[in-house]
């Protein structure tokens, strides 16, 4: 049963990756005090991770963001044991932490069909409770969605993540020579001749200043979270975002891409890393990747063209360097198949580590058997 209250959202354009929902148990039923019979359990509310469930059609179907779960039955002559409520199942979209009100985070559904106890029912009245029943658990959660994908594109405004999508993907975000063209995370797949597909996240362009929530930088930072891999895309002739701050060249941007990312959570460079170099039809592209290229094989000797707070205490260790066109697709086919490489790889080494572990629990298991 679901019912109706206040409800509250962050939102980038139609997209929601918040939403602050009222849940409550279900009451339970009456004791019988004469026959000492026992009322129903109050249902519970539960919250299900579905497939193509997003927070936009729940609120669209529920708008005002009230769960309820049924009452329990009541004991009588004919039933001494009520039933209990009916439980209220909230589908929502994997990826989601449970919050509570306080902001602490009190679950979390990776995977379509985990369950989640958002409220429990309240007990049925009986000789513990003189008969009368208790109320269900409420309070109020926020779902905080964090985009689960393979791959997450990184980059400083218009360094050609949108065409970058557009070109390997179905997807067809908003595309224009201007700053800020994703306002809201996109998501493409894409389709290999094989039908493997490869979930690609394009996400609104950092600046500088990201890890400290400027340009919206942690709405879009924690979506990054749960990529397995990222890909930087970098403008090969370098980026200003406005004439009032200091243009970069390519090599600072990547440094500064990777102090962003260390600042916000220094996690994220652990995982496995591409480096995609953007618009190669310009004019002395060739001159400005060859220095690119060189200052990637020693960082360390350039990093004093930074500012000292800018450095990053570790960079980068990218698995490919690509340097592709999204005007022109140049190397956009290879940068899929480095994509899809990476991808493997690291599944096989997951796997790969799998089988040890188990082998070793076997071994362990094999080793006290004998001893006993």
Same mark, same amino acid.
């Given at each position: 049963?679901?019912?109706? *209250?206040?409800?509250?959202?962050?939102?980038?354009?139609?997209?929601?990756?918040?939403?602050?929902?009222?849940?409550?148990?279900?009451?339970?039923?009456?004791? /019988?005090? @004469?026959?000492?019979?026992?009322?129903?359990?109050?249902?519970?509310?539960?919250?299900?991770?579905?497939?193509?469930?997003?927070?936009?059609?729940?609120?669209?179907? /529920?708008?005002?963001?009230?769960?309820?779960?049924?009452?329990?039955?009541?004991?009588?002559?004919?039933?001494?044991?009520?039933?209990?409520?009916?439980?209220?199942?909230?589908?929502?979209?994997?990826?989601?932490?449970?919050?509570?009100?306080?902001?602490?985070?009190?679950?979390? %559904?990776? *995977?379509?069909?985990?369950?989640?106890?958002?409220?429990?029912?309240?007990?049925?009245?009986?000789?513990?409770?003189?008969?009368? =029943? +208790? &109320?269900?658990?409420?309070?109020?959660?926020?779902?905080?969605?964090?985009?689960?994908?393979?791959?997450?594109?990184?980059?400083? =405004?218009?360094?050609?993540?949108?065409?970058?999508?557009?070109?390997?993907?179905?997807?067809?975000?908003?595309?224009?020579?201007?700053?800020?063209?994703?306002?809201?995370?996109?998501?493409?797949?894409?389709?290999?001749?094989? !039908?493997?597909?490869?979930?690609?996240?394009? %996400?609104?362009?950092?600046?500088?200043?990201?890890?400290?929530?400027?340009?919206?930088?942690?709405? !879009?930072?924690?979506?990054?979270?749960?990529? &397995?891999?990222?890909?930087?895309?970098?403008?090969?002739?370098? !980026?200003?975002?406005?004439? &009032?701050?200091?243009?970069?060249?390519?090599?600072?941007?990547?440094?500064?891409?990777?102090?962003?990312?260390?600042?916000?959570?220094?996690? #994220?460079?652990?995982?496995?890393?591409? #480096?995609?170099?953007?618009?190669?039809?310009?004019? +002395?592209?060739?001159? $400005?990747?060859?220095?690119?290229?060189?200052? %990637?094989? $020693?960082?360390?000797?350039?990093?004093? #063209?930074?500012?000292?707070?800018?450095? =990053?205490?570790?960079?980068?260790?990218?698995?490919?360097?690509?340097?592709?066109?999204?005007?022109?697709?140049?190397?956009?086919?290879?940068? &899929?198949?480095?994509?899809?490489?990476? #991808?493997?790889?690291?599944?096989?080494?997951?796997?790969?580590?799998? @089988?040890?572990?188990?082998?070793?629990?076997?071994?362990?298991?094999?080793?006290?058997?004998?001893?006993?």
């Amino acid at each position: 049963m679901v019912r109706c *209250g206040g409800a509250a959202l962050r939102r980038y354009g139609n997209f929601i990756d918040d939403l602050r929902l009222y849940v409550r148990g279900g009451t339970g039923g009456m004791g /019988y005090p @004469r026959l000492g019979g026992e009322g129903g359990r109050g249902g519970d509310v539960w919250f299900v991770a579905q497939e193509r469930s997003t927070l936009k059609s729940m609120k669209a179907r /529920y708008p005002k963001k009230r769960f309820v779960a049924g009452t329990g039955a009541n004991s009588s002559l004919k039933a001494l044991k009520g039933e209990k409520g009916k439980d209220c199942e909230v589908h929502v979209p994997p990826g989601i932490s449970v919050l509570d009100d306080d902001g602490k985070k009190i679950g979390e %559904l990776n *995977g379509a069909g985990e369950r989640f106890l958002a409220a429990r029912g309240g007990l049925g009245g009986s000789l513990a409770t003189n008969f009368l =029943p +208790c &109320k269900g658990q409420r309070r109020i959660v926020h779902l905080d969605l964090k985009l689960i994908a393979d791959v997450g594109l990184v980059g400083f =405004p218009n360094a050609g993540k949108s065409s970058l999508l557009s070109k390997i993907s179905q997807a067809k975000p908003e595309i224009a020579n201007y700053a800020f063209t994703t306002i809201q995370p996109e998501l493409g797949k894409i389709m290999y001749e094989d !039908f493997k597909q490869i979930l690609v996240a394009d %996400l609104p362009g950092l600046i500088e200043g990201a890890h400290k929530n400027k340009g919206r930088g942690h709405k !879009f930072l924690k979506h990054v979270e749960r990529t &397995k891999h990222l890909l930087l895309v970098v403008d090969v002739a370098g !980026f200003q975002l406005s004439n &009032k701050t200091q243009f970069r060249t390519a090599f600072e941007t990547v440094l500064l891409l990777t102090k962003e990312l260390e600042l916000y959570n220094e996690e #994220l460079l652990t995982k496995p890393a591409l #480096l995609a170099i953007n618009k190669m039809d310009l004019p +002395c592209a060739k001159d $400005n990747l060859n220095e690119l290229m060189k200052q %990637l094989q $020693n960082p360390e000797d350039f990093l004093h #063209l930074l500012e000292e707070e800018a450095i =990053p205490e570790n960079t980068i260790d990218f698995r490919d360097i690509i340097p592709i066109s999204t005007y022109s697709g140049e190397g956009i086919e290879e940068l &899929k198949a480095c994509v899809r490489r990476s #991808l493997d790889e690291e599944a096989e080494q997951e796997n790969e580590e799998y @089988r040890k572990k188990k082998l070793s629990l076997l071994h362990s298991s094999g080793e006290q058997m004998n001893k006993g």
